[in-house]
């Protein structure tokens, strides 16, 4: 079964929206989880990484104030995009790396959030 | 700056044959995690294959294998007996020992019967 919980699937909404995207770790804890934007036929573009009881890290270009993180627990990460506008549409997808010993499998991937700004 | 390429946007191959995938790779780290990631219609994240850089030897995953050049920093994945089920996407990804995974452009797979 799924490790990483992601929810919602599917956001339609109108444009000025704000969105709340979560991220849930079922059967592990996880300090650290990352958020990635995957548009039409590209690759996955690493957004920012989501640190339990700390401020999150942006990778370049990111606006802060347009994506907020939040990562409240150990098992929970949620991305906000505030004020929602077509250029925000896209998929979105979070990850939380396995701190298990020689683990297979070193990130477990949520299934995604496909996000339709209209 | 760490970077992965993959130079092969598409590829196609006939179901039963074998078919190889490129990926290289920049970074100046000596230890290091690869990966190979199918990404089916469905946009789930699955992994097909991981290589640890200190291992020498090549890992293999059933019909998956990967051909592993460290000191070229090219990491290909070969797929034996195609199945029209590997019709995908597939990324080649890097970990370097702080765990933040950045991932090639994509190749796209298509298995035709």
């Known amino acids: 079964g799924a490790v990483v919980s992601q929810h919602p699937s599917r956001v339609i909404c109108k444009s000025g929206t704000s969105v709340k995207i979560e991220c849930r770790s079922l059967?592990?804890?996880?300090?650290?989880m990352f958020w990635y934007r995957q548009f039409p036929k590209q690759s996955l573009m690493l957004m920012a990484t989501?640190?339990?009881?700390?401020?999150?890290?942006?990778e370049q270009g990111v606006e802060k104030d347009k994506f907020l993180i939040n990562h409240a627990s150990l098992t929970l990460s949620t991305l906000t995009v505030t004020s929602a506008h077509p250029e925000d549409s896209s998929f979105y997808i979070c990850?939380?790396?396995?701190?298990?010993?020689?683990?297979?499998?070193?990130?477990?991937f949520g299934d995604g959030t496909r996000l339709s700004i209209l | 700056a760490q970077t992965v390429t993959q130079s092969q946007p598409e590829m196609s191959v006939q179901e039963a044959e074998t078919v190889t995938l490129s990926c290289t790779y920049d970074?100046?780290?000596?230890?290091?995690?690869l990966f190979w990631y199918k990404q089916p219609p469905s946009r789930q994240m699955i992994l097909v294959i991981r290589?640890?850089?200190?291992?020498?030897q090549n890992a293999t995953e059933n019909r998956f294998s990967v051909n592993f050049q460290k000191a070229a920093k090219s990491f290909s994945l070969k797929i034996s007996d195609s199945q029209l089920g590997d019709t995908a996407m597939y990324f080649c990804?890097?970990?370097?020992?702080?765990?933040?995974?950045?991932f090639g452009a994509g190749t796209r797979l298509t298995v035709k019967p």
């Open positions: 290589q640890e850089a200190y291992k020498q």
């Open positions: 989501s640190n339990e009881g700390s401020k999150a890290t942006y």
């Open positions: 990850s939380a790396p396995n701190t298990g010993p020689g683990g297979r499998q070193p990130q477990h």
């Open positions: 059967d592990f804890q996880a300090t650290t």
């Open positions: 970074t100046s780290e000596s230890n290091y995690y």
């Open positions: 990804a890097f970990i370097p020992y702080n765990n933040d995974m950045r």
